[in-house]
């Protein structure tokens, strides 16, 4: 049990990604093929926040007096969730603008029925 | 010249954003103008990635943004590598939108602009980054935008390609943040110079695994095999333009990422490369079989750019510096034969309405110059002499004989067998392009001027390269040792 005390925060963005993949993988519906996606990005997000976050550690701001780097936490990998979690917005509205286009087309989202290119 | 040869290398990447940021205004103004913004843009490019280019041979340009010096800021290396593909990216991206001046004539034009803006700024951004979470969101740049262009025309091919596209390229960002995340989480440092300096063996489990991971995210754009089964559909169904500079360029700016990332980042050496040598003779061998069997051109087009990527491949796993060099002229002349090839065969399949390979009976007499810019570009393909194809296959198998290995000597022949199948299938469309009388009356006029202009320059700069390699072998040379030779990288990133 104490290594999941210890890797919480990467024990449950891992298992965000697995649970993610699987999800892509095996659901053949589009639209839960995009809810996997998102978890899978939540949990790639979570596990980049956990690669800085300290534990009771605060803003690295060296004006406060008291305060030494040892108990800052990390900002870049906050900077850049803030830039995957745009991105990812990005890809969810594009993945969601198709789904209404297939649906359009296709009459389904069960990506099984649409096969009509091949190797 | 002596300005434009001072230039910043960050224009490359700023103007054809900005362009595009620019391309719904100026839309209000005029709908006429929106077509030439990239064309602008891309000129702008060319003509400064050329001229900054001799300069960065002696010396890489490392240009820190915001003044904050690496490893702290945001910096970007214009290197040997980076310019040659950078200058790459620019000519080939001004010469298609020449050729989409009159293509794109239908759908909703504006949108088209941007997103080819977008696409091409990506993919400089990614050859020209020295920092790898930026490296990350120019590549996010190029795949969002190649998504959407995939579907630009709207069908049911279109889309449905576009929905296997996403899918299988959201996974493999994915993973290649997490890549980036474990890297960070280490080292502490985004930088790949500072990367590679802390990186001393690749075969520890705390960086084989993020490489691991990266390669893979990044090999579903480069489609290395078993991680392709998107492109056939994808190239396909995009407008031909749109095809051309998926094939030409998007593929392989994904395997410059891989490159980066196993040469310089990881420095791997040894048996790693065994197994990336394996994995490009099976990439070239599904390649140009699938293709064999095609009878839709673009479908035929987009399994031989899976068997060039495998050959590209091959070189660079040779991790020698004939093998490097090959495969970055290997990379020139696939981009030149294949964007030529997806040019003429996009004006064959407009004038005859069908992509079928035996609709094209008799377009030799009625289109002589679009079938002759065709067979250039299949020539080239094939690596016959005198067209630029023939030397960087030359190239290749030279510096696979220098091994001196019987494996890579055996593993040569199997890619030589791959060569020999697609001169079979290209000749195949050639004989039903020259040789075959047509049934059909109708007299379909040649394309416009601006699609000739681009073909034929493209046509053109084909047959240059593959008379005159020597005068491009300095710069491939240059390169090579830059991608070889990463301590020559780190040292020209932290002084």
């Known amino acids: 049990m104490s290594f999941l005390q210890n890797y919480a925060y990467y024990t449950g963005a891992f298992g965000l990604i697995l649970i993610g993949l699987f999800i892509m993988m095996t659901k053949r519906n589009y639209i839960k093929i995009i809810i996997g996606l998102s978890i899978l990005e939540t949990g790639v997000n979570l596990f980049l926040i956990a690669v800085g976050y300290i534990s009771g550690g605060t803003a690295p701001i060296f004006s406060r007096s008291g305060i030494t780097a040892e108990k800052m936490v990390d900002p870049v990998p906050q900077a850049l969730v803030l830039t995957a979690i745009v991105i990812g917005v990005a890809v969810l509205g594009m993945a969601l603008a198709l789904a209404i286009r297939l649906h359009k087309h296709f009459g389904t989202l069960n990506l099984l029925e649409i096969r009509e290119q091949r190797w | ?495």
């Open chain 2, 1 to 495: 010249m002596n300005e434009i040869m001072n230039l910043n290398p960050v224009l490359l990447i700023a103007v054809p954003i900005g362009l595009a940021m620019l391309v719904p205004i100026l839309g209000l103004m005029s709908s006429k103008i929106v077509k030439w913004v990239p064309v602008v843009g891309f000129l702008f490019n060319s003509v400064v990635s050329l001229a900054v280019l001799p300069r960065v041979l002696n010396q890489p340009i490392i240009v820190k943004i915001a003044g904050f010096a690496p490893p702290f800021g945001i910096n970007l290396v214009a290197g040997p590598v980076g310019m040659f593909l950078a200058a790459l990216i620019a000519v080939s991206g001004f010469l298609v939108a020449v050729y989409s001046l009159d293509y794109i004539h239908e759908g909703a034009a504006e949108k088209y602009h941007i997103l080819f803006l977008l696409l091409l700024s990506g993919a400089t951004g990614v050859v020209l980054t020295g920092d790898i979470f930026n490296l990350f969101v120019f590549f996010e740049i190029l795949c969002i935008s190649s998504y959407a262009l995939v579907a630009y025309l709207g069908n049911r091919s279109g889309i449905e390609a576009a929905v296997k596209y996403l899918i299988q390229g959201a996974i493999g960002s994915s993973l290649l943040l997490i890549g980036i995340g474990l890297l960070y989480g280490q080292f502490g440092t985004l930088n790949m110079a500072d990367l590679a300096q802390n990186i001393t063996s690749f075969s520890e489990p705390s960086v084989f695994v993020p490489m691991i991971l990266m390669v893979t995210g990044l090999g579903i754009e480069a489609a290395i095999f078993p991680l392709n089964a998107w492109l056939p559909d994808a190239h396909s169904s995009a407008p031909s333009s749109i095809s051309a500079v998926l094939s030409g360029i998007a593929i392989e700016v994904g395997l410059y990422a891989v490159i980066r990332v196993v040469f310089t980042i990881c420095h791997v050496t040894g048996s790693f490369f065994v197994f990336l040598v394996a994995i490009a003779v099976v990439t070239v061998l599904i390649g140009e079989m699938s293709a064999f069997g095609q009878k839709n051109i673009k479908r035929m087009l987009a399994y031989s750019s899976i068997g060039q990527i495998g050959l590209i491949l091959f070189a660079f796993s040779l991790a020698t510096e004939f093998g490097v060099s090959g495969g970055l002229f290997q990379m020139l002349s696939h981009t030149l034969g294949k964007v030529l090839l997806f040019l003429s065969a996009g004006y064959m399949i407009y004038r005859t309405g069908s992509m079928e390979i035996s609709s094209f009976e008799g377009v030799g007499k009625k289109m002589p110059w679009t079938a002759l810019f065709f067979t250039i570009g299949t020539l080239s393909i094939i690596g016959l002499p005198p067209f630029a194809g023939f030397s960087s296959k030359f190239l290749i198998i030279k510096a696979a004989l220098a091994k001196g290995d019987l494996l890579y000597i055996l593993l040569m022949g199997i890619v030589l067998l791959g060569t020999v199948i697609e001169g079979t299938y290209f000749f195949r469309v050639v004989q039903v392009i020259y040789f075959k009388e047509s049934n059909n009356k109708t007299e379909p006029e040649g394309p416009p001027v601006s699609g000739l202009i681009s073909m034929s320059v493209f046509a053109i700069l084909v047959v240059l390269i593959g008379l005159f390699p020597n005068a491009i072998l300095k710069i491939l040379t240059t390169a090579a040792s830059e991608l070889l030779n990463n301590l020559e990288y780190i040292r020209s990133v932290l002084g």
